[in-house]
């Protein structure tokens, strides 16, 4: 009988018959040829199934459901063993090893991986082998044997190499990078990855070319190099987006959120981290969208806002437990645990970081297990239980060095320093901090560097030796300066933002040397550095040119004395424990004071915050038990009419029920109890002449103290005995004079009055501001003095008077400023002109920054325009981005101004400056005119003047 071939519904007639006893009839040569055939039959729908099993589990690891992939895969390997298929059954192992890999159980993850390995080379499969080795280094990757890990990863490299899989050899490389970035080992590192990159630019491998572009960001970020890390994972996104894959673009806005979170501009890592977020949501990839909820509740928990950190690491920590990601889990504990020692509950910071180490031992996680004992040696070292602080550092440090992990054994290290500090154990705080030090710079770990410099410092401050802590402290105030170079002014003002502590540290230093002078150059080293690099180079003649300035010398803060004819007092806050004030004469002459804030029992921000209500409200701040920071707080804005962001026309306030003084001078407490702080301790120094120029440069929260509206012990304000201006640093004062000299030798004639525009809107919903009828009466006035013609109403429109302000040579604005109501780009502050066709009619800080202005004064009559966000480079709002843009003298205010009377100041100040060209004489005078009619100085001492005199 001849053979024919038989179908599927005859081999199942067949295998019919025979259940039934009628083999019989088949004879036994064609029984043995349909029993075979049959048998194929049944393996192939076998393997079918096995492979479907092995594809839908790929797609389920791919959106992070492990322990469905895991099940998929299980079922894969029974039938891949039950029909012998020892190729597949070594991928169903991997597999399986990488999903527990996933799940934080490395344990078994080894076991698998093992198990493929050993299949792989039973077939002599040389590349299913380089994949298992890969993997297995992988595995131990996450249980932080580096030395595995990289052991693996170059028998992968070598295989890869002898069987010229050129993506395998990229991939490799790549691993062998990551591992040695987590030993700390940058140069090698990003070595790797660049070997890597070369071989996928090759072999045009796009994906594999965006992750070591990732991947050598990662390693830029790691040495503190932020402008490289953001330029190599910007160009990782490019390539994400250009070949449309998703998961790469989500990973890579993950990365540059983290950049910008080390930059500490958390409104940018914000930013990228809520794109990362869309994109694993859209791609239900749940252990990013778990990543990304944790990196945001890390960027609140950064900004101070612990109710939203909480929140977002209790999402993550949610997402980690339905997916089963142990490590993540862990984690999301860790995290809440910091949280909650920042906001001072121990215990329950304790708690987590408790939990959080037993899952780490649980799943063999010995890099989490020493971060978690860290974690709690920071808590007990916040209770003050310091015995239990250097335990837990100490076990963290042992599990750092067991697994070879650089970075962690330098930070254990220098937190154990920071507690041997803590208990007055100097010698051991240096020792320990040494050592740290030492780690940091073989890993150049630039950042850690410059942190471990200052501690050391510190250290040696309180140890005696003065000599070594000056040198130490100016070491770390290089390293900070080396890492805010390259970056733009919003980065170099947030990264100054966690730098600041060695320039405070140095200043002490040096004052207990008796080296005053030294202590101001630091001082003035540590303020506005990237205001003045910003205003430097807008100055140069080419912005194509690099522009370098140095912090200031002695000699040269002596010679912008005199060439401003000014005296200059410097103040510098340290640590809220004393105040340094220096007083530089225009003969050059320096003398140096300092008050022991500790000892007048002063709140330095409370009290300043005090002083600006006493002021703008006419309250005279009686109630002395009202002393807490939230409640001036809330005082202050209830009082300035924004608690619910009321930007209405704000008239004058009655005047407070008077005290008298010999000359029945209404008396505010809280304005005298400022003067004796900052103006009793150098009264003797300030000229005599009231017409003599005093420039004051303020720090941190002293910018808001109305300086003109203290009060000496008779009730006299600062004003009727001086002239007085501001400036961010004395550097600054050099710089508008070099701006002023500039814009006069363009002669400029025009000059520009805008008053009263028609409001645009704000908020949500949209509510149009209210309009300010006596604005525009001013704004008539002043054109009039000024010989121009005023723009008001719907003639003021945005795009109309941007324009125009190019080429005035005065600018006067009367109408609403706004503060937190608008934030564009980096900068909050906003002034309110004219809507047109689309424009909102609102300039904001961040687009006067990019105007080139050439004005000798610009004037903001208006409310809050001299506020904004207080950092270590002064303020961040309209003042500055004014000043920046190329105006020479401004004129802002503190707070909500009255409409009508501050019609009447603004006037009188234009009849003044064309009595005499001097805008703080004039400013001056227009106060003293104004103070006699409207004797709060709610209504006159809002204003003050930054920037050139003359």
């Known amino acids: 009988m001849k053979l024919q071939k038989i179908g599927l519904s005859g081999l199942i007639s067949i295998l019919a018959a025979l259940t039934v006893g009628e083999f019989r009839f088949i004879p036994n040569s064609q029984f043995k040829i349909i029993n075979s055939q049959a048998l194929a039959q049944t393996q192939a729908q076998r393997k079918g199934e096995a492979d479907r099993l092995l594809k839908q589990g790929i797609q389920q690891y791919q959106i992070s459901q492990f322990q469905a992939a895991l099940q998929s895969w299980q079922q894969a390997l029974i039938i891949y063993r039950e029909i012998k298929d020892r190729e597949s059954e070594g991928k169903a192992l991997g597999s399986l090893g990488n999903a527990y890999d996933s799940l934080g159980d490395y344990a078994k993850a080894i076991e698998y991986q093992q198990q493929s390995l050993a299949i792989a080379r039973e077939i002599k499969d040389r590349q299913s082998e380089g994949n298992a080795l890969g993997n297995l280094g992988s595995a131990y990757f996450s249980l932080g ?399 194509s040119v690099q522009t370098t300035i140095n912090p200031p010398t002695i000699q040269q803060i002596q010679q912008i004395a005199k060439e401003q004819n000014a005296t200059l007092v410097e103040y510098s806050n340290i640590w809220n424990e004393a105040l340094y004030i220096w007083v530089i004469k225009p003969t050059g002459e320096i003398t140096f004071r300092s008050v022991d804030i500790k000892s007048l029992d002063i709140n330095l921000p409370e009290a300043t915050e005090q002083t600006r209500v006493s002021a703008a409200t006419g309250r005279r701040g009686l109630n002395e038990q009202d002393t807490t920071l939230a409640e001036m707080i809330r005082g202050t804005r209830d009082a300035l009419g924004v608690s619910a962001g009321d930007i209405a026309n704000k008239q004058t306030a009655n005047p407070p029920a008077s005290t008298t003084a010999a000359n029945s001078r209404i008396i505010y407490p809280k304005l005298q109890q400022s003067y004796q702080l900052l103006i009793q301790p150098i009264a003797d120094l300030l000229p005599t002449d009231p017409n003599a120029r005093v420039i004051f440069i303020p720090h941190q929260s002293l910018f808001l103290v109305p300086l003109v509206a203290l009060q000496d012990p008779t009730g006299q304000y600062l004003i009727e005995k001086h002239t007085i201006l501001t400036a961010p640093a004395i550097q600054i004062l050099q710089l508008t004079h070099q701006s002023r000299q500039k814009i006069r030798q363009l002669s400029l004639q025009n000059n520009l009055v805008v008053g009263n525009p028609i409001m645009p809107k704000i908020g949500t919903p949209p509510r149009q501001l209210e309009p300010l009828p006596g604005s525009e009466r001013e704004a008539i006035t002043i054109a009039q003095l000024l010989n121009t013609k005023p723009i008001t109403g719907s003639q003021a429109t945005k795009a109309s008077i941007a324009q125009q302000m190019l080429k005035a040579r005065i600018i006067h604005l009367a109408t609403h400023g706004l503060l937190n109501e608008v934030k564009r780009g980096d900068l909050p502050g906003a002034i309110a002109l004219a809507p047109s066709g689309n424009d909102d009619g609102l300039l904001t800080s961040s687009e006067i920054l990019d105007l080139k202005l050439n004005a000798e004064l610009v004037v903001l009559s208006a409310c809050n325009t001299g506020r904004g966000k207080l950092t270590g480079d002064g303020v961040l709002g309209l003042s500055r981005a004014l000043i920046s843009a190329g105006v020479s003298s401004i004129i802002v205010s503190l707070w909500l101004v009255p409409d009508a009377v501050t019609a009447e100041l603004m006037v009188e100040f234009y009849r003044q400056l064309q009595l005499k060209p001097n805008k703080a004489q004039a400013l001056r005078q227009a106060m003293l005119i104004t103070m006699k009619m409207h004797p709060t100085p709610q209504d006159w001492a809002a204003f003050t003047l930054i920037g050139e005199a003359e």
């Open 145 to 543: 044997d580096y030395a595995k890990a990289i052991e693996y990863a170059q028998q992968k490299l070598a295989m890869a190499r002898e069987i010229k899989d050129r993506q395998s050899e990229g991939a490799a490389l790549r691993n062998l990078g990551i591992a040695y970035l987590s030993l700390g080992d940058y140069a090698k590192a990003i070595e790797y990855q660049q070997q890597s990159l070369a071989i996928a630019r090759e072999i045009k491998d796009r994906q594999s070319e965006g992750k070591a572009l990732g991947n050598l960001g990662n390693a830029y970020h790691s040495l503190g190099d932020y402008a490289k890390a953001i330029e190599y994972t910007q160009q990782s996104l490019a390539i994400a987006r250009e070949i449309k894959d998703r998961q790469s673009e989500g990973k890579a806005l993950g990365n540059l959120g983290n950049a910008y979170h080390s930059l500490g501009d958390y409104a940018k890592a914000i930013e990228y981290t809520q794109q990362l977020l869309a994109i694993a949501r859209e791609i239900k990839d749940r252990q990013s969208e778990g990543k990304a909820l944790g990196n945001l509740g890390l960027a609140y928990h950064s900004l101070g806002d612990y109710a939203k950190a909480i929140e977002y690491t209790q999402q993550l920590l949610a997402i980690a437990r339905e997916i089963k990601d142990r490590e993540s889990e862990g984690k999301a504990l860790g995290n809440l645990g910091n949280t909650y020692r920042n906001l001072g509950d121990y215990a329950k910071a304790i708690e987590y970081a408790q939990q959080w180490l037993a899952i780490a031992r649980e799943i063999k996680d010995r890099e989490s297990e020493g971060k978690a004992l860290g974690n709690l040696g920071n808590t007990y070292r916040n209770l003050g239980d310091y015995a239990k602080a250097i335990e837990y550092q100490q076990q963290s440090l042992a599990i750092a060095r067991e697994i070879k992990d650089r970075q962690s054994e330098g930070k254990a290290l220098g937190n154990l320093g920071i507690a041997y500090d803590s208990l007055g154990d100097y010698a051991k705080a240096i020792e320990y901090t040494q050592q740290d030090l030492a780690i940091a710079r073989e890993i150049k770990d630039r950042e850690s560097e410059g942190i471990a410099l200052n501690n050391l410092g510190l250290a040696l401050s309180k140890s005696g030796n003065l000599p070594a802590a000056e040198k130490t402290l100016l070491d770390s105030i290089k390293v900070s300066e080396s890492l805010r170079a390259g970056l733009d002014d919003a980065n170099k003002v947030s990264i100054f933002e966690t730098q600041t502590n060695p320039y405070v540290n140095l200043q002490k230093v040096f004052i207990a040397q008796k080296k005053t002078n030294d202590a101001l150059e630091i001082a003035e080293r540590g303020r506005a550095r990237a205001f003045v690099e910003l205003l430097a180079s807008r100055l140069a003649a080419s912005a």
